[in-house]
């Protein structure tokens, strides 16, 4: 799911420099789209940081250490961001490389709260992409806070796993609901563009993961085969075509006028609304058979589990990291404007190019840099 997530923002962000999803017709409407993929990202984050979390809570057990989870994190995802970030300022931006703030902002991925930012759009040139890292950080920051207070609510439903899991559904669902109000706020009093990138308004994708990962810890705690947690897993791997079918059809529905202007971000309050929660669907119809497949050497598990996707899996963090560095690099090589070009023609090269520099960073940052895990633990 990473790979896909991972592949379908870069064509989402080479459809809109060619200005491919900005043109009339169904194609460039469903590539105007592709950005679903991140809350797809952030679905994934709440599944697989909050599982441990909700199995604690449900069961108990040896809590999840909080300094250990927090350097993990740290490990894994700065070190090769510090590298993108140094590489694109010395490309692009050399004007402003003497600025402490800016550099403090960067590298601590505090850039999306800047009001009067010197750089254009969501960030400077080779970066625009990193707004959904700083949400992602928040994340992995907030999360022990929030898992310790929906704990402390799930154990007030007793000893019970079926009261303490629907306790922590009930908690979960607040969390998500802060995105509705934050979308409200966006726009009233006045409109202010900016709240969009800021950690609420994605609450709602986070949420879906953390339920789901609510949902799995329930059926490791749980042996009960007649629990709604363990006929739900049934359900599931009984149709999981049902569930894509459902979500290519939100993702359809998302594509047209009802979530706004392509491209240009969300310019109304209902476009707002309509967009998180056709997004939000389309992240749980695709991850929800993913995480309960079928048993069984299943259509769905030879997709999303050979060789090859595990691969782009492992690498897709760098893919996402490199792809803005790929794009200008190819166009500035090329001598082609923004907003022109072939979509197919520019995408081979510049797909080609993003995964070669993703696999450098795997192979001599990413997987060196894992290795500092042991100095915590």
Known sequence: ????????????????????????GFAGALLARGDVAVPIFFALSGLLLYRPYALHALRGGPPVRVRAYLWRRAVRILPAYWLVVVTAMLLWSRDHVSEAWTWIQLLLLGQNYDLTPWWYALGPKGLVQMWSLSVEAAFYLLLPLIAAGLAAFARRGG???????????????????????????????????????????????FAAGMAMAVVVAWIQADPDEDSPARRFRRAVEGSPGSWLLVGALAYAVAAS???????????????GVFEIVLYTVVAVCLLVPATLPP????????????????????VSYGVFLWQFVAIHLWYDFTGQRPFTGGFLLNLVPITALTLLLAVLTHRYVERPALRLNRLVR
């Not at 019970?160 to 998500?176: E, I, K, N, P, S």
């Open 1 to 24: 799911m990473r790979a896909i997530a991972s592949f379908a923002v870069l064509v989402f962000h080479v459809a809109a420099e060619t200005a491919t999803s900005l043109r009339e």
């Open 159 to 205: 000893d019970d796993v079926r009261r303490r899991a629907h306790r922590l559904l009930t908690g979960v669902g607040a969390v998500g609901a802060v995105s509705l109000p934050w979308t409200v706020l966006t726009y009233y009093p006045e409109h202010r563009p900016y709240l969009n990138i800021w950690p609420p308004r994605s609450a709602i994708f």
């Open 257 to 271: 006028p009802v979530t706004g202007t392509r491209f240009f971000g969300v310019d109304g309050l209902w476009s």
């Open 295 to 314: 048993p069984g050497d299943s259509p769905l598990r030879r997709v999303l589990g050979n060789r090859v996707m595990g691969f782009l899996g492992r």
